[in-house]
């Protein structure tokens, strides 16, 4: 079994910094790529950020220049460094992975629960 796990989230003030982290556990033999999403009160999932296995990455153009995804393959976890938050970030934010379980099984995609991250004006 593999769990995803966000922690990081939280209240900030405007301007303010946030880093979320999320780790995989369980049975992990390869992660492909990584994604943070998030979620606004009456909106759609959108996707914030995503990282592949080689470390190129891509953002929401919401966020570029603000938001810094990385990950620590050692660890099995990746982060998301959010720096000048505004009102409009505040949202549950949502780690997804593609992870393979053993050598000879395909990757399958994984979900965190999220953690929600509220910025105030």
């Known amino acids: 079994q593999v769990q995803l796990v966000e922690s990081g989230g939280g209240l900030v003030q405007a301007g303010g910094s946030l880093r979320l982290s999320c780790a995989a556990s369980g049975f992990i033999f390869s992660i492909d790529t990584m994604h943070w999403y998030r979620q606004a009160p009456g909106k759609q999932r959108e996707l914030v950020a995503t990282?592949?296995?080689?470390?190129?990455?891509n953002y929401a153009d919401s966020v570029k220049g603000r938001f810094t995804i990385s990950r620590d393959n050692a660890k099995n976890t990746v982060y998301l460094q959010m720096n000048s938050l505004t009102p409009e970030d505040t949202a549950v934010y949502y780690c997804?992975?593609?992870?393979?379980?053993?050598?000879?099984?395909?990757?399958?995609?994984?979900w965190g629960p999220g953690t929600q991250v509220a910025v105030s004006s």
């Open positions: 990282i592949r296995k080689i470390g190129t990455t």
């Open positions: 997804n992975a593609d992870i393979s379980p053993s050598r000879d099984r395909p990757y399958t995609t994984y």
